[in-house]
């Protein structure tokens, strides 16, 4: 039974550029969050989608963005990259748009992407 | 301002010892925490979670405390194994956020044997 995938799985950008992650939740899963992980600190959210709807948003630039597919796959974008933008970024699903907290989040591996 | 603090950057605990990992948090609006265990170049894996309507939750070597007069939570590893070893985030949520998880910045728990 496949998790949470996530691709590419390293990626490494030149400043400005653009970049798009790509994520498919688990089978049943309707909700998917964004978090980017920076060395040395914990995950921190970025989007949530539930049902290809904005569910939440972070303390992230409009330089971020996302989307869900009616398939619940979704893809987050990061425009005119800057060297800050290295980070893990992981996401994670769940079958509503709270999870069933009981259960927890399922996060994928992660894309680390290098911005140089 | 951070709204969960894992004051331990780091813990070493022998083997089948016990290893207590803690966390407060400042947000009196989180309703429900979760611990969970990462790996190096790997996703958090969940571990336990506890509702603010209770206590204490265990599931198996795993007890998770809350004292939320304290607004504090510890996770309980006994007896401690060595693939315990991982980074340990403590992560809360409230419910008017939906689903925006607050973690903190993890304890790295070595277990020697």
């Known amino acids: 039974d496949a998790g949470v995938t996530q691709s590419p799985t390293h990626l490494i950008k030149t400043r400005g550029q653009h970049v798009t992650l790509r994520c498919s939740p688990i089978s049943g899963h309707k909700s998917v969050s964004w978090y980017q992980q920076v060395l040395g600190q914990g995950p921190q959210f970025i989007f949530q989608?539930?049902?290809?709807?904005?569910?939440g948003r972070g303390n992230f630039p409009d330089r971020f963005s996302a989307r869900q597919f009616p398939n619940y796959s979704s893809e987050l974008n990061v425009n005119a990259l800057l060297l800050g933008d290295s980070a893990l970024y992981l996401c994670a699903s769940s079958e509503t748009s709270r999870g069933l907290l009981r259960d927890g989040y399922t996060f994928g591996s992660g894309t680390r992407l290098t911005v140089v | 301002d951070q709204q969960v603090k894992q004051n331990s950057p780091s813990l070493s605990v022998q083997e089948g010892r016990i290893s207590i990992l803690n966390c407060d948090y400042t947000n009196s609006m989180f309703d429900y925490f979760l611990w969970y265990k990462k790996y190096p170049a790997e996703g958090p894996t969940f571990l336990i979670s506890i509702s603010s309507i209770k206590d204490k939750n265990e599931d198996g070597r795993f007890t998770v405390f809350l004292n939320k007069s304290a607004k504090h939570l510890s996770l309980h590893i006994v007896p401690s194994q060595p693939g315990d070893s991982a980074v340990y985030f403590c992560?809360?949520?409230?419910?008017?956020?939906?689903?925006?998880?607050?973690f903190g910045k993890g304890t790295k728990l070595s277990v020697k044997p």
């Open positions: 989608y539930y049902e290809k709807e904005e569910r």
């Open positions: 992560a809360a949520s409230a419910r008017r956020s939906q689903g925006n998880l607050i």
